[in-house]
């Protein structure tokens, strides 16, 4: 069983929270992983990713081939495509829509969605939005999050203890706001 | 699964933090550094680490990268361990230190650890540190992976002892930053040494540096002969000798990822270890005449192989045939595609994708300084911004294209100098405060020195930036530091980069053009990063 997962975004949308609470939930489950990062002058504002690599085997590249990720989860919707020569064929994009314009001649955001659409197997929802509803409009990433989850070959308690874990030192209340936007993520993707 | 070993728990480490840890255990007394990615998470991991601050480990950014060296080197002349990382044009800065510890010869396990970035995520070149371990006659050390990373540095420190040079662990970005479970060894407290008893080993005058000399080039048998013996670096062996594969450090995965199910079917050298194992290279070249060799960085070990006269019996592959591409990082495709796997169909994003560079952060201070910079010059089509290292190096990007070099830390006052000793004028120059300390002082003596015609404009932010916000030593303290030099202080001036301020900015920097000597701008606001973490 293998499972990689392209994470994309821009520099400051907190892309490595998503990772590491990924990483975690890999961990508990006894997994294999490799978790790879981008740092330094990416980070700022520019496009950033992180390639996750789930086995129950040793994981030997820390970057995923092109062809062969599994999802690209994005929290931005132009960076979601710009990854789609790694994606598999029938993998799945799962995409905040909200669009980040800090650059000149972004596309129409029209534009974007329909190439997102055109996928064969896509989400593209508002997290914002959605995060905003539950109380929490900085949990954009764990709205996109839970979206992911029900096609992570993870347990979803596994993924709520790692949400847990990330954001204790901050108090009982903000693990739980966090796992409650987590949990409307998961429900909407798991809307027929 | 992985296997449950409970004897010590797994951790999900970064290939720098398993080094880091590493160090910890191996009991280092200090580690020293300057920020620099990919390397920047080495000093910070130690900086977090609860061991580090019980056991009292030295644990602060130097000013740069020399300082750390040598402070590292007087570490291990008091004979205990220490650890010294930056990235790979770090070491350039801390070449001398580097290349005469060798001569010296260490006392404490010294280790020195160097992130090297092909295809430049973050830097001016992508230069391969092997090179200067192998230009010191040094061992080095480049793992393959994480839990690697963690052993090596284990060892580089026992090794360092026993040889008693200083040790070069190696990696690249692409392991650096990458997360993967590693299960560290049970730490050790390695008794302090005595201190040095020959008053001649660390006097390099002549006399000593020979005979010094001499004793490093004795360790050479023994260096290669831990190469070939010492069982990291190692032959898998196989029964298709149509090809030989060599894959050096991170090339050993990439190679792994191709054949996901079953052992590579061609004999492989893997080298984690140098000097280059000449051996086991010539055994490996002896029954296979096509080799392949995977390296990511420059095509050291297969110019190695080329040597001057080419076997005409041998085909070597690798970089400087077209193999793999001559430039930029390896990669799991460029692998695949090198021993002859169909590439995955070709997809490319819509057109609708734009590239995205990175920006300077809505609010930066350096955004107000650049604007007011560009409109003043604008009167001055002959004039120049020479400019530096560090997030202020954006405004060479749209919107501002506000400057013309950004060549090497320290360089922009000193080109600065060199271009208005050639008549260029006005000759700025733009500096963070951070390298500023680093390498900007000496530069800026040598101006004063001469009253040379130039403005120097440091953008103190508070901060090191562009690396996540380290510790900048001299913030603060600029205007006294460059007053203490010799600016005279009518001409070190302080500006607020606020767009209220524009106008009087605009006017100061005039003034400092008009000024026929040695000008100072000190422009001050925290970096909106460092302001917003509060």
Known sequence: ?192 | MRPNNTQSTPHLLLANEAIAQAALNAGISGAYAYPGTPSTEILEYIQRAPEASARKVHREWSVNEKTAMEEALGMSFAGRRALVAMKHVGLNVAADPFMNAAVTGVNGGLVVVVADDPSMHSSQNEQDSRFYAQFARVPLFEPSNQQEAYELTRQAFDISEELRVPIVVRITTRLAHSRADVTPASPCSPAPRPLPTDARQYVLIPVNARRNYEALLDKQPRMQELAETAGHNEVLDAADTSLGIVACGIGMNYLRECYPDTPCPHPVLKIVQYPAPRQLLAQLTARCRKVLVLEDGYPFVEELLRGVIAPADHAICGRLDGTLPRSGELSPESVSRALGFPPAPAVEPPACVRPRPPVLCAGCPHIDSFVFIKEVMAAHPQGRVFSDIGCYALGALPPFEAICSCVDMGASITMAKGAADAGLHPSLAVIGDSTFTHSGLTGLLDAIHENAAITVLILDNGTTGMTGGQTSIGTGRLAEMVIGLGVAPAHVRNAIPLKKQHAENMAMLREEIAHPGVSVIIARRDCIQTARKG
Do not use: C
Request: hydrophobic share 45%; proline share 7%; no cysteine.
């Open chain 1, 1 to 192: 069983m293998t499972y990689d997962i392209l994470i994309a975004g821009v520099g400051g949308q907190g892309i490595l929270s998503i990772a590491t609470v990924l990483g975690r939930a890999v961990l508990q489950t006894g997994l294999h992983l490799k978790q790879s990062e981008v740092h330094g002058m990416a980070q700022r504002g520019g496009s950033v990713q992180s390639h996750l690599r789930v086995s129950d085997a040793p994981v030997w590249s820390d970057l995923i081939p092109r062809g062969q990720a599994d999802m690209i989860l994005s929290m931005e919707p132009m960076e979601a495509l710009r990854y789609l020569p790694w994606l598999k064929p029938e993998g799945w994009i799962i995409a905040n829509q909200t669009p980040i314009q800090n650059m000149t001649g972004y596309p129409p955001v029209a534009e974007v969605w329909d190439a997102i659409r055109r996928q064969r197997h896509h989400l593209l929802f508002d997290a914002q939005q959605l995060a905003q509803q539950n109380q929490l409009p900085r949990a954009v990433n764990m709205a996109l999050l839970g979206a992911a989850s029900p096609f992570l070959p993870l347990p979803v308690s596994a993924l709520e203890d790692a949400i847990a874990a990330q954001f204790h030192r901050k108090g009982q209340t903000t693990v739980d706001a966090n796992q409650v936007v987590f949990r409307a993520g998961r429900a909407l993707a798991q809307q027929p």
